[in-house]
């Protein structure tokens, strides 16, 4: 309940309809504050309770120094939550299991239920199995049903025994696009003691790219699924006030640029600047130019440029788009009514007082791709066929045949070599929101269709639109035959490629790649080209705008110069180039007119719950605890709760510790954490041999994230990890020095040392944790038993999900790093001084001795809220006890 010491409650009438809100301009200096933080104001204004959210909260908020570095805690409600269902299932197995959990200790089953509304969207499971068919999407969805139908019962079961709990069934929506077109809702309305409050929408989700709402005006981002789980127990999300960069922009985009051109080029820019754990604000008179569809492009690769989020303001836009998309009028005049009254209605002419600033002249950008690794590493695409050339070599080594390899594709012979695409998929949530960019790659493969251009045989083609409103438009328009004609056949609406569901290459393509080393390459309309996340078989991975991915399925290769070197010959012998199907923005506009409308997006969500008939005839449990099966190898009670007492014993120093793995810089997410395919001989793979599943059947890591089993044994194991405690050596190993450091699994050498009582640490470099805001990299490294990490700097999602499973975060100081410590690797550990946290004080560093070597190191446990959380031995705990309590 508000103690309300501001009287800033208010009524604001919308349509005869009354709305109990909290007024921002009671308080001194809301009205000079960044848009971001008059949302937080509001939200502290509103939740002010006198002991966690205080009046001096709110004052020092409103009072927010720009200059100044954060300091202050603050505690953020936010009002609903989202998930996919990679991260989404081991959310709702965890409340499963604290209802079990809190029942032992003498509990109240029932008190284990969301607080705030919670949405799941199955997303991220279907697999590009079978792709340039008319039945692809129809044989994915059936394999998808086959293969997840542990998980869907499961889930099925949460939205029946959870309140405020819905599930977006397969074959839906990517969750991100599903978010913007008909979850947000901008402003939120809700009762409360009886009275029907309006308040701004915030959102936490359990994927990095939440922060695709930003683009909306809704203040979200990306959390582990621990935090998500505490949220929706009704935990607030502790934050330090943060820095928030402000970015003008003006000017318009130039003809034959694309909303990816401008999101890869912010994302270059504000990497460079540095932004991690900073709030990105956009504003200034280049703002209007800005239709939603790129704004959301650009909230939504945050992530990849590190920044928390990354936001656009309310204003004429958000309404044409909340219309377009069959928000009903009263919402609309809501969302209008409401930002005008609380100073969140965009001002071209108004600057607000940022810590720093930005600019970029919209008319400045040009077309580019990113790649081969790195999000970040924006190529003009003048450039790319010399930035291919300089980077090829790199990817050869003694096996690799640098000639072309004769192969036979569907019976018919061609050749593949190094740098050829291998895939070419529109995907991912970034991009297949974008009528714009969606509907030029459908006239630009309209136009190669008619000039007798095919994609070239050695190309996996693949298209998984974000909506069901995307396939919608194509058929309205007439442009479904001409993306099938070069393959682009609908395989799922998910995340597919992004994510790493990108399915088997054909097998003879395959075989040449692997038997000769071939350095091929994956373009994609996605935000995630990481080392090894695409395809096993692909060394290279390039984003690119969805016209771009057409175009390189039509050359077939990345050593290709756009500019220069034609796509084919048409039908009369002449020359095709890019520029002669390049769809103008009067082409695309007109499309747009003319075949898209709200009725589409109101038809699409009608029955968004529902599902088709694959999920409706689920064999689904019911009751408030879960019935767990013994010989599931997709879901299974994890161990976080076993024998845990009602309160929580004193942290220890740690002792006698041991490497586990030496790690460089700029160490992902994607190699902490279990993603893509299992393969045979892995210790997941031997692990589900060993349950008696087929390999055929093995799946992804993503779809077993609901069993710790299997992820513990995928943690650290990605194909391009490199741990410095080897040579030369890449993949999932270490060395085990209980046996005189001989090499092993790092799963296999966690368990020989959990068995013997020794604690683990791990040292990295730079960033380490970017990328992805993946639970299982901190549940799995946690597991493993790993009790430290010490980084040279932390990516800021994963520092917290380590605090929030029990795993100290440690930094390097004065520019050391283990390197320049003379660290080998093979030293005993002891960590001394965390014992202090008992006594209710954080210290500011610990002291670590490594063998004959000692040296500070900074502990990264930030606020007060992730000391109780460390101090709990995770956020589970804290949250379980404190509903006890």
């Not at 909230?299 to 936001?311: F, H």
């Not at 400045?364 to 999000?375: D, H, L, N």
């Not at 995340?495 to 692997?514: M, Q, R």
């Not at 395919?677 to 390999?695: F, H, Q, T």
């Amino acid at each position: 309940m508000s103690s309300n010491s501001f009287d800033a409650k208010s009524t604001l009438n919308v349509s005869g309809k009354n709305y109990e809100i909290f007024d921002i301009s009671k308080i001194d200096g809301a009205s000079s504050l960044p848009f971001s933080l008059k949302i937080l104001l509001e939200n502290l204004l509103r939740t002010e309770d006198g002991a966690n959210i205080t009046a001096g909260h709110i004052k020092a908020l409103a009072q927010w120094d720009p200059a100044s570095e954060p300091d202050t805690e603050i505690q953020f409600t936010p009002a609903r939550v989202v998930m996919q269902d990679f991260t989404g299932v081991p959310c709702i197995v965890d409340l499963a299991t604290m209802r079990e959990a809190i029942v032992s200790l003498g509990g109240d089953a029932s008190k284990v239920n969301p607080l705030a509304p919670a949405e799941l969207v199955i997303d991220h499971s279907v697999i590009a199995d079978v792709f340039g068919t008319k039945d692809a999407f129809e044989k994915n969805t059936d394999i998808e049903y086959e293969r997840n139908r542990e998980r869907y019962r499961f889930l099925r079961w949460g939205q029946g025994a959870f309140d405020e709990f819905k599930v977006v069934p397969p074959g839906t929506g990517i969750v991100h696009q599903v978010n913007i077109e008909y979850l947000a809702r901008v402003v939120m309305t809700r009762n409360v003691n009886g009275v029907l409050r309006a308040y701004p929408d915030t959102v936490v989700g359990t994927d990095s790219h939440t922060t695709m709402v930003n683009g909306l005006g809704v203040l979200g981002w990306g959390v582990g699924g621990i935090e998500a789980e505490a949220a929706l127990l009704g935990q607030p999300v502790s934050m330090l006030i943060p820095r928030v960069v402000g970015f003008k922009l003006s000017g318009a985009l130039p003809l034959g640029t694309t909303a990816t051109d401008l999101a890869l080029t912010i994302t270059e820019i504000l990497r460079k600047h540095g932004v991690v754990g900073k709030f990105v604000e956009f504003y200034g008179p280049g703002v209007v130019s800005v239709p939603m569809a790129n704004r959301t492009t650009i909230g939504n690769m945050s992530p990849e440029y590190g920044s928390t989020c990354a936001i656009f303001p309310i204003d004429e836009e958000t309404l044409r788009y909340l219309t377009l998309t069959g928000r009903s009028a009263e919402q609309v005049e809501l969302v209008e009514r409401y930002a005008k009254l609380q100073g969140l209605w965009h001002n071209p002419e108004v600057s607000p007082r940022f810590s720093e600033n930005i600019e970029l002249d919209l008319s400045m950008v040009v077309p580019s791709i990113a790649g081969p690794k790195r999000p970040q590493d924006r190529i003009s695409l003048i450039d790319s066929k010399s930035a291919f050339e300089n980077i090829l070599p790199t990817y050869f080594g003694d096996k690799t045949n640098k000639n072309p390899i004769d192969i036979k594709v569907k019976e018919k012979s061609t050749t593949i070599k190094n740098g050829d695409v291998v895939i070419a998929s529109i995907t991912s949530c970034t991009n297949t929101s974008n009528p714009s960019v969606m509907i030029g790659a459908a006239l630009l493969a309209k136009k190669a269709v008619e000039k007798g251009l095919s994609s070239k045989p050695w190309v996996k083609t693949t298209l998984a639109p974000g909506s069901k409103v995307v396939t919608d438009y194509y058929d309205r328009a007439g442009l479904t035959p001409y993306m099938e004609k070069l393959g682009f056949n609908l395989v799922g609406y998910g995340c597919v490629t992004c994510i790493g569901n990108s399915g088997p290459l054909p097998i003879e393509i395959s075989k040449a790649v692997n038997d000769h080393d071939l350095a091929v390459s994956a373009v994609l309309s996605g935000n995630r080209n990481f080392e090894g996340r695409i395809s096993p078989d692909v060394k290279m991975n390039y984003l690119a705008s969805p016209p771009l991915v057409v175009a390189y399925a039509l050359a077939g290769t990345m050593d290709h110069d756009f500019i220069k070197d034609s796509l084919g010959n048409d039908t009369d012998g002449e020359p095709v180039y890019l520029a002669d199907i390049w769809p103008s923005p009067e082409e695309i506009q007109s499309v747009i007119d003319s075949s898209i409308s709200s009725e589409m997006f109101s038809k699409d969500y009608a029955s968004v719950f529902e599902g088709d008939h694959r999920w409706k005839s689920l064999d689904t449990p019911t009751g408030n605890i879960f019935e767990w099966d013994p010989k599931s190898t997709y879901v299974r009670k994890p161990p976080y709760f076993d024998s845990m007492p009602p309160q929580p014993t004193p942290v220890t120093n740690i002792s006698g510790a041991r490497v586990l793995a030496i790690l460089g810089d700029s160490v992902t997410t994607d190699h902490i954490s279990p993603a893509g395919n299992i393969r045979g001989d892995s210790p997941a793979g031997k692990y589900l041999e060993a349950n008696g599943v087929d390999r055929k059947d093995f799946n992804s890591y993503g779809s077993r994230r609901g069993n710790h089993e299997v992820m513990i044994r995928g943690t650290f194991a990605n194909i391009r990890l490199k741990n410095l405690l080897l040579d030369g050596v890449e993949g999932g190993f270490t060395r085990n020095f209980l046996k005189n450091g001989e090499q092993s699994t790092i799963y296999d050498a966690s368990i020989d040392y959990q068995n013997a009582g020794t604690a683990l640490v791990i040292l990295a470099g730079k960033e380490y944790g970017s990328g992805s805001s993946r639970d299982w990299a901190a549940k799995g490294t946690a597991l493993l038993g790993v009790r430290a990490v010490i980084a040279e700097s932390f990516e800021r999602i994963h520092r917290s999900n380590l605090i929030g499973m029990g795993v100290l975060p440690l930094q390097f100081i004065d520019g050391q790093n283990a390197a320049s410590l003379g660290l080998r690797g093979d030293e005993v550990f002891e960590l001394t001084g965390i014992t202090e946290l008992n006594s209710g004080i954080t210290p500011k560093e610990i002291t670590v001795k490594a063998g004959d070597k000692t040296f500070s190191a900074r502990l990264r446990i930030d606020t007060p809220g992730e000391a109780d959380y460390y101090r709990h031995g995770g956020i589970m705990q804290y949250v379980l006890r404190s509903l006890l309590a």
